[in-house]
T-cell receptor, first 114, second 111 residues
Framework: AAGVIQSPRHLIKEKRETATLKCYPI?????VYWYQQGPGQDPQFLIS???????DKGSIPDRFSAQQFSDYHSELNMSSLELGDSALYFC?????????????FGPGTRLLVL | SQQGEEDPQALSIQEGENATMNCSYK?????LQWYRQNSGRGLVHLIL?????REKHSGRLRVTLDTSKKSSSLLITASRAADTASYFC???????????FGQGTRLTINP
């Protein structure tokens, strides 16, 4: 079965650079979530989109922005990168949360900021 | 974690034994989910239990939910080396779309 696809899988950036992470949800899933997992930490919710509209917002820095496109893929844009942004970034997708609560996670993008 | 804590933080057992992990949460929930994460990899969904359910089974997994105590447990029976991973519980924190994760239990199965 098709799963959530994330790209790139690994990314190395310098401080103050920008990064764009991409997420392709499972076909027919219309809701996308972004999570950040620091080393040895539990995943923390950043932001979610349902039908291309932002549906919920968590602890996402102002330096980060995200959007969901007409084909339901999503991009997380990160600017002015800091050392503390080094983490594993997960995208998850689900059907309309009103119908299906299970979130299916992608393999993650490992971002290292030097 | 802002929502819950998992107990124990680390568990090491022999292959074939049963492993029990506990999770507590703070707010009311509609459902609670358990995920597995192999080292540095993605989160694999294991099981979802709704707030009106008390117990659920899936293969070698058994999950219980006690909403009066705001706690859940995950039991893995007849453990295998491949079960070595971190296990997280996650709640919808009262109906929000986002998942709120516990701190995770790092399970090691010794052959």
């Amino acid at each position: 079965a098709a799963g959530v696809i994330q790209s790139p899988r690994h990314l190395i950036k310098e401080k103050r650079e920008t990064a764009t992470l991409k997420c392709y949800p499972i076909p027919r899933h219309d809701t996308v979530y972004w999570y950040q997992q620091g080393p040895g930490q539990d995943p923390q919710f950043l932001i979610s989109f349902y039908e291309k509209m932002q549906s919920d917002k968590g602890s996402i820095p102002d330096r980060f922005s995200a959007q969901q496109f007409s084909d339901y893929h999503s991009e997380l844009n990160m600017s002015s990168l800091e050392l503390g942004d080094s983490a594993l970034y997960f995208c998850a997708s689900s059907l309309d949360p009103g119908r299906e609560e299970t979130q299916y996670f992608g393999p993650g993008t490992r971002l290292l900021v030097l | 974690s802002q929502q819950g804590e998992e107990d124990p933080q680390a568990l090491s057992i022999q292959e074939g034994e049963n492993a029990t992990m506990n999770c507590s949460y703070k707010t009311s929930i509609n459902n609670l989910q358990w995920y597995r994460q192999n080292s540095g990899r993605g989160l694999v969904h294991l099981i979802l239990i709704r707030s009106n359910e008390r117990e659920k089974h899936s293969g070698r997994l058994r999950v219980t939910l006690d909403t009066s105590k705001k706690s859940s447990s995950l039991l893995i029976t007849a453990s295998r080396a491949a079960d070595t991973a971190s296990y997280f519980c996650a709640t919808d924190a009262g109906g929000a779309q986002k998942l709120v994760f516990g701190q995770g239990t790092r399970l090691t199965i010794n052959p």
